[in-house]
DNA sequence: CACTATCATGTAATCGATTACAAGAGGGCA
DNA sequence: TGCCCTCTTGTAATCGATTACATGATAGTG
């Protein structure tokens, strides 16, 4: 039942040519007479030949793929960008590998081998908590393989970076609630050792002191870009005696876990309480309310990084130098008016 | 700069033994001497070797991964399902290769090339309007690595697959409706060829059957498991003389793009209306109002199929063979009453 | 016409790990 | 002591494609 699959051998002899002429009409057309390349052509037609890539990378040193880390696939910011990169990287002839860097079987080890050179040709890392485990791999291995961040980054290591302003955002986000007259203003952060929580909590700290408002620290909320933190923002909100009256969330999942938390204690957003997200993820247009929010052009950014991992790989070390000279690329945000923010009460 | 990659016969060197010791000593640890073999470990160690998979997977004629088809990468849904695939998958010692069929590079030749044996160890299929293509498959190749369908799955030819009841799913949902007292009921259809579709379709029809009401054509309205389609049945809603007082949506998707069309238009759910959708992402009890739905175990179908497809690829023709003739593996639902249902006024 | 450049193709080495087979060492048993 | 069996290790073939080098044919030039 099992009939072993055609080789460039097969192929060679049903052409009546050698194996490399087969090769080189498959791989390098133009180097073979038009002839040949149409019988080779026909006998791959003929014999269903499809390559071996493990020989081919083999022989070529390289792997054929590109790995993407990701802090959490299941969560759809994530996703998205994903599938952006996936749609870049593929018609490139690489394939997509994809690691996902919180499940349990990752442990620092596994990640660790991604990183070394003969497991991926390149890599997309989403996730900017990778400091000791990229420091790790510099010792271990002799040179790391091109790789690029998207999102999130390393803050003091100048790998290239495909990203947002994000204190930017903040203040984007801080200046349209001031310009709403709100004065009481608090913010819903993500993890506490994220680059994009403290960029995002400078930003919206700034904008506060710049509109000669109070930074209260009670005011900010502990969260971690999960509905369910921002829901226990919302518990947290409620029970204070001084409330805020507009929250900046630090993502959209934060801002729907809070008003829908709010919704359950029968307080509606934005009656109760302005909020604005960050991300623009695919159901902020559609939530009850609309979800005002920093958008993030997120396909934008998957394609560019694939695209500059790919010119990576391509080039020398000399590109390589220069791309990491080039500083991140940044893209540009805005900020989208939906119906979660509103005019404070006079 | 750039030193070349330790090699399996260096560590051979480095610890005095063949290259054929080394490769016992990793692969199959019990059949070197215990002293060798710690002599072996050490100089892995000392080397920083690390296998060359290419190498491997020619000798073993394997590829080391297993390709996962989704529809759409950016879709909640299927995300969640990959993160338990890649879950169950990795450890086992495979890559996940993901592949989006809707982007536009797939083509069905790129899709037929992910089929043929030298691209993959195994593949799971999310999508089940692949039908043509895995028929051509197998004219093409002699034959098809395993693969398990999951969620979606082909109607006739007996693939294994991990699934739910979806016509069951659908009467679940409607007999809630009617138990509230709704006895003018419609429903959001998904797209029309999809097997999903059928299914709920036909269990909605049964339900409203056998609770004695009307099948009204004019209130199953089309749409393809996206919000803005939701969002234009709500249109259609709006548009009629005669409303269903709940409506049963094919996707917790659509039912966010119905409530929220409904939303801009000044009504509410479910007081205008009650809704219920199908699939319970994540989002679906944090929406406002709390999304009644059906709820599918979307990590225990992914995981599922993983271990399914592994056992395939690890047994003979004869395990693959008395997989098909088992049948599909259903796993159990349940419907999750939230707020976006209500009794009918009387 | 003789000589060189160019082009098309074939021969065979190569990528790096695995494993069939061979061989040697040591133990057990009659 | 002699024979067989088991255990450990080494030698070398192998997986399938690519490509450096060699070769022969053809065209172009003085």
Redesign the pocket.
């Known amino acids: 039942m099992i009939k072993?699959?055609?080789?460039?051998?097969?192929?060679?002899t049903a052409a009546?040519?050698?194996?490399?002429?087969?090769?080189?009409?498959?791989?390098?057309p133009?180097?073979?007479?038009?002839?040949?390349?149409e019988r080779v052509l026909a006998a791959v037609e003929k014999t269903g030949?499809?390559?071996?890539?493990?020989?081919?990378n083999?022989?070529?040193?390289r792997t054929g793929s590109i790995v993407v880390l990701v802090p959490n696939l299941a969560n759809p910011f994530f996703s998205a960008i994903l599938s952006a990169i996936a749609s870049e990287i593929a018609p490139a002839g690489y394939n997509v590998l994809i690691a996902d860097t919180a499940q349990p079987p990752h442990s620092e080890q596994r990640i660790l081998e991604y990183l070394n050179n003969?497991r991926a040709d390149g890599l997309i890392l989403l996730d900017g908590t990778l400091k000791g485990v990229i420091a790790r791999g510099q010792e271990t291995s002799s040179s790391l393989p091109p790789l690029i961040f998207a999102c999130e980054w390393l803050s003091e290591d100048g790998y290239p970076s495909v990203r947002i302003d994000n204190s930017q955002g903040a203040r984007l986000a801080i200046r349209h609630l001031v310009e709403l007259g709100h004065t009481k203003i608090g913010h819903v952060m993500g993890p506490p050792e994220n680059v994009l929580t403290v960029e995002r909590r400078r930003g919206a700290r700034d904008a506060i002191l710049e509109a000669d408002l109070e930074i209260r620290e009670d005011w900010f909320f502990p969260g971690d870009f999960t509905m369910a933190s921002g829901a226990g923002a919302a518990r947290a909100w409620l029970s204070l005696k001084e409330r805020p009256t507009a929250v900046f969330c630090s993502s959209d999942e934060m801002a729907f876990g809070f008003i829908s938390e709010l919704h359950r204690n029968g307080l509606e957003v934005p009656d109760a309480v302005s909020v604005v997200g960050f991300d623009d993820i695919e159901i902020s247009k559609r939530f009850v309310p609309a979800l005002t929010t920093v958008h993030q052009p997120r396909a934008r950014i998957g394609r560019k990084a694939a695209r500059l991992l790919l010119d990576l790989i391509d080039g020398d070390d000399e590109d390589r130098l220069a791309a990491r000279a080039a500083g991140p690329e940044i893209l540009p945000i805005e900020l989208v008016l939906r119906e979660s923010t509103k005019a404070v009460r006079t």
Not at 16 to 27: H, P
Not at 49 to 56: D, G, L, Q, S, V
């Open positions: 072993p699959l055609p080789r460039i051998r097969d192929v060679a009546g040519v050698s194996t490399a002429t087969v090769s080189r009409a498959l791989s390098h133009e180097r073979v007479s038009k002839e040949t390349r030949y499809t390559i071996n890539y493990a020989a081919r083999l022989r070529r040193r003969n």
